[in-house]
T-cell receptor, first 112, second 115 residues
Framework: EPEVTQTPSHQVTQMGQEVILRCVPISNHLYFYWYRQILGQKVEFLVSFYNNEISEKSEIFDDQFSVERPDGSNFTLKIRSTKLEDSAMYFC??????????FGEGSRLTVL | GENVEQHPSTLSVQEGDSAVIKCTYSDSASNYFPWYKQELGKGPQLIIDIRSNVGEKKDQRIAVTLNKTAKHFSLHITETQPEDSAVYFCAVSNAGGTSYGKLTFGQGTILTVHP
C-alpha cells in the first residue's frame, strides 16, 4: 500500500537554528499538506500546497516557515529560526484531490 | 474560523461494548467530516468519513451519523476490541476549491478497550 514517508523521525535542535523536515508524498497525489501536533493537543493545519504554490496557510505559518517541492518527489518544510514553541510533531499529508488525506508517521521536533 | 469540540476526552469500555464519540462544529458551510484513528507513534489514519449530503454511513463495526441542522456528528464503534484502543479525532472541512485539505480537528478522545 502506498504511503507518505517522512524524515527525520526525530530531530533535536538548538533555538535559533534552521530545520528542514522532509516528506515524500504518495506518487500520484497532487495536493500536499503540513500539519503539526503539540504534545497533548489537537492536530493543527499549517499549510496546503498545490501546483507548486501555497494554496492556503494558517496564522501559525508565519515568515519563519516555508515549503518547497524541490523535485518531483520531495516536499519540505523549513523553519528558519526555531523557537521553543516550535517543538511538536509535524505531519506531512497528501491527497489525490477530492478524497482521503494520507498522513505520514510524523517528524518529532525538539527545540532546546 | 471553524471551531470543533469533541467529547469525551477519555473513554473506557469493556471489550464487546459500544463506544460513542461526539463532535460539534460551528461553521454551517462545512461539508466534509472525517474520523481519524491515531495509534501511538503513528500518524492519523482515516477510518470513516461522511459528506453533508448523507446522514449516516456504516463500515462494518464503525458508523458515523451527521446532523447538519444541529451541527454535530458522532462516531459509533460496536463490539469493541482491544485493538480499537487508540486516540480518535474528528475533523471538519469546507471542501471546495483549495480548502479541501484544511481540516480542523477536534481535541481527540483516548479510547481504552479492556479485555
Amino acid at each position: 500500500e502506498p504511503e507518505v514517508t517522512q524524515t527525520p523521525s526525530h530531530q533535536v535542535t538548538q533555538m535559533g537554528q534552521e530545520v528542514i523536515l522532509r516528506c515524500v508524498p504518495i506518487s500520484n497525489h497532487l495536493y500536499f499538506y503540513w500539519y503539526r501536533q503539540i504534545l497533548g493537543q489537537k492536530v493543527e493545519f499549517l499549510v496546503s500546497f498545490y501546483n507548486n504554490e501555497i494554496s492556503e496557510k494558517s496564522e501559525i505559518f508565519d515568515d519563519q516557515f516555508s515549503v518547497e517541492r524541490p523535485d518531483g518527489s520531495n516536499f519540505t518544510l523549513k523553519i528558519r529560526s526555531t523557537k521553543l514553541e516550535d517543538s511538536a510533531m509535524y505531519f506531512c499529508a497528501s491527497s489525490e484531490g477530492w478524497g482521503e488525506l494520507f498522513f505520514g508517521e510524523g517528524s518529532r521536533l525538539t527545540v532546546l | 474560523g471553524e471551531n470543533v469540540e469533541q467529547h469525551p476526552s477519555t473513554l473506557s469500555v469493556q471489550e464487546g461494548d459500544s463506544a460513542v464519540i461526539k463532535c460539534t462544529y460551528s461553521d454551517s458551510a462545512s461539508n466534509y467530516f472525517p474520523w481519524y484513528k491515531q495509534e501511538l507513534g503513528k500518524g492519523p489514519q482515516l477510518i470513516i468519513d461522511i459528506r453533508s449530503n448523507v446522514g449516516e454511513k456504516k463500515d462494518q463495526r464503525i458508523a458515523v451519523t451527521l446532523n447538519k441542522t444541529a451541527k454535530h456528528f458522532s462516531l459509533h464503534i460496536t463490539e469493541t476490541q482491544p485493538e480499537d484502543s487508540a486516540v480518535y479525532f474528528c475533523a471538519v472541512s469546507n471542501a471546495g476549491g483549495t480548502s479541501y485539505g484544511k481540516l480542523t480537528f477536534g481535541q481527540g478522545t483516548i479510547l481504552t478497550v479492556h479485555p
